[in-house]
């Protein structure tokens, strides 16, 4: 059964502590993204990875970091340094070259 | 700046009735765009899909058109469903690029 997993599906951190968001894939696709989703608003692309060990920033990578060691696995670290990091995070794949993405279910982190 | 712009941050229509969701975009490299349908705490669902070449995508009760002069394209549902109740996002990408860029989304409501 193919898909996209995230692991936890509710967060919770204290304010200055770094936090790893998972995102796991299934489905052999090539492209992963990060997206952070706040009420009312759109999504908004964290960053990207097109193949193993490359990543881009997205529109608003500021505070945070990621890794691409495996094709499976694109986690994300939320660090002290966002300043806004409560939210509702979004991993999504996709096969290289097409622009249909497909989402996780999504783990909404939140920061006291 | 929006590139992506969905103006209507709700619409309600009755069982059986069509749903007509409206998205305008300012970027005119934009030569791909997509619906996402979200329900909520769960990851968005790709439903439907047209190229710039196009003006016209049909799939079942999903209908999208694109009209470049006007940078404007909708999404047409027929007959609407009360399970069709979510939000829906509008997403654009723009040639080999792999960002998609996100609409803020439509509350569509079907009332039984």
């Known amino acids: 059964d193919g898909g996209i997993t995230q692991s936890p599906k509710y967060l919770f951190r204290k304010e200055g502590q770094n936090v790893t968001l998972s995102c796991e894939q299934n489905l052999n696709h090539d492209a992963m993204y990060w997206y952070r989703q706040d009420p009312g608003q759109g999504l908004r692309l964290i960053y990207y990875?097109?193949?193993?060990?490359?990543?881009q920033k997205g529109d608003i990578a500021e505070g945070y970091s990621v890794s691409r060691e495996k094709k499976e696995s694109f986690p994300l670290t939320v660090t002290s340094a966002q300043k806004n990091p409560t939210a509702f995070y979004l991993c999504a794949s996709s096969i290289q070259g097409a622009d249909e993405q497909y989402f996780g279910p999504g783990t909404r982190l939140t920061v006291t | 700046d929006q590139q992506v712009k969905q103006n209507s941050p709700s619409l309600s229509v009755q069982e059986g009735r069509i749903s007509i969701l409206n998205c305008d975009y300012t970027?005119?490299?934009?030569?791909?765009f997509l619906w996402y349908k979200k329900y909520p705490a769960e990851g968005p669902t790709f439903l439907i899909s047209i190229s710039s070449i196009k003006d016209k995508n049909e799939d079942g009760r999903f209908t999208v058109f694109l009209n470049k002069s006007a940078k404007h394209l909708s999404l047409h549902i027929v007959p609407s469903q009360p399970g069709d109740s979510a939000v829906y996002f509008c997403?654009?990408?723009?040639?080999?690029?792999?960002?998609?860029?996100f609409g803020k989304g439509t509350l569509l409501t079907v009332n039984p």
């Open positions: 970027n005119s490299m934009f030569d791909y």
């Open positions: 990875s097109q193949i193993v060990n490359d990543f």
């Open positions: 997403a654009a990408s723009e040639g080999s690029n792999y960002k998609l860029t």
